[in-house]
């Protein structure tokens, strides 16, 4: 008996493996295409949230909250899956949902031309312009708009009543008109490092895709929007704004392995920094997509990059390492600047820089956004290339004079969208602790805020070392717009490399600076 059970149980592991190998390499909505059940298709390839990673890496210090993420392609392999697509179905639609151009050492290189000329040889349909790609400024933005040989769109981006980029683009693939339009966050002006928007404006999403569909009207079969707003964002407009059949999501980093559906509308979202390429296929059955595919691939292939867009990343790559490869210390510990942890909870790193600040600032208190922090450092050598990727934005440091009362704001404003892994206003502390409930609601949650181990003086004036982007209204940030400034400092790259070279070895620890009760989500 127990020999058959031992054979039953060998078949049913061999049929379960079968199947899992069936569909992971059959594609059943393409069987039904095939064999006419669906009227037409059209495959589409996504990128999202690059952040200028032109560049293979293997060792990305856990930045992502997925765990099995250990690797960024870089654009130049991306291009490998995107040319797989398109040898199959040469109309491929490849789409970009914005925060493309910034983010990364190389993509510093003379403010995103080398992302530039990468993208311009990738054969790109469309893209929508991310809250990021305002960070090397509205004219340098305005600038990469004219060198793109594609469009930018975004619907609701105004000066002077006229929009900055374009509408809407209409493309036809066999006979089908799809129409794409772009939105962009309504705080993207909030997250630049500068509070001259260039007289730009951002209006609401919900009403300018309701202007943008009427418009659309009978011009197009399919409506495709590229948002930058955020999945949760999406979900709540096509929950308001009937029309859209499919949404792109960026802004918010999230990997969606399968399509999801909100009423008629179909979303998916392609993470971030190029782990991942995403490819996606509507099927259409009576003039209406009623299936979309979604397929996440990834590699550790570096041969298999496009080596034409492979030399260019190497190009600026090496300018970048010129200046960058000397070592400022040494970590005794892994410094974690995970994403998740980095905008929910204490971390070393945030620790680390915060210290920094303080000290460098001659200030009482310091404090950082954790979106700021956007990469781990490993245990060992520290060189300039390692704190570039850590801290990859152009943000200084600043001293101000501020009360203790702004300061408790601010602290909560933080606590809006906790425990979000997107929620990069959380703030990372020095030279003060705070305590906040994780089970109440948006705006009551700190519960106290101490300095040397006494309730912050609500009515004291306290020097407060910060960074320029919170300054200037990053994260939605009113409580500093009126602060006194008492120093200019140096950017913050410059600020911690500084620290870490007078201090020779580090080892910062995670010493109950950020405490949170009643933790509701783990």
Known sequence: MKK????????????????????????????FYNIGYYDDSITFANTADVHG????????????????????????????????????????????TGDLFHGTNEANIEKGQGVVEIVNQMGYTAMVPGNHDFNFGVDRLLEIKSQLNFPVLSSNIYKDNEHVFDDYLIVEKDGKKIGLFGLTTPFALKFTNSRDNGGLTIEDPAKEAKRVLKELGDKADVVILLSHLGDDEDKKLVDEVDGIDLVLCGHYHKLYTSAQKVKDTF????????????????????????????????????????????DIAK???????????????????????????????????????????????????????????RESIPEGEINLYKLGKVLPFSNSLLTIELKGELIYKAIERGLWSYPSGSNGAFLQVSGISYVFDGSKPAGQRLVEVTKDGKPLEKDKLYK??????????????????????????ALLKDVLTQYIQEKKEVAPEVEGRITVTNERYK
């Open 267 to 310: 979303i998916v979202s392609g993470g971030a920094w190029t782990t991942h390429a995403c490819i996606g296929k509507m099927y259409f059955k009576d003039g209406k997509i009623s299936k979309v595919s979604w397929k996440t691939k990834s590699t550790k292939d570096k041969s298999l990059e496009d080596k034409k867009l492979a």
């Open 464 to 489: 407060v070392a910060i960074n320029d982007y919170l300054y200037n209204g990053g994260d939605y940030y009113e409580e500093f717009k009126d602060a006194k400034i008492i120093s200019f400092g």
């Open 315 to 373: 190009k600026y790559h090496d300018i970048a390492l010129i200046d960058s490869q000397k070592i400022v210390g040494n970590a005794k510990v892994e410094l974690n600047g995970r994403r998740s942890q980095m905008r929910s909870s204490e971390t070393n790193l945030g620790n680390l820089l915060t210290d920094a600040m303080r000290s460098i600032g001659n200030a009482d208190i310091a404090i950082m956004n954790g979106g700021g922090i």
């Open 53 to 96: 990673h032109i560049v293979f890496d293997d060792d990305v210090g856990g930045y992502y909250s997925l765990d099995d993420i250990s690797n960024i392609m870089g654009l130049p392999l991306i291009n490998y899956f995107v040319q797989q697509e398109r040898a199959k179905d040469e109309d491929l639609l490849l789409l970009d």
């Open 4 to 31: 058959y059970t031992n054979i039953i149980i060998l078949c049913a592991i061999v049929l379960v493996c079968t199947g899992v190998l069936i569909n992971y390499y059959i594609d059943f909505n393409d069987v």
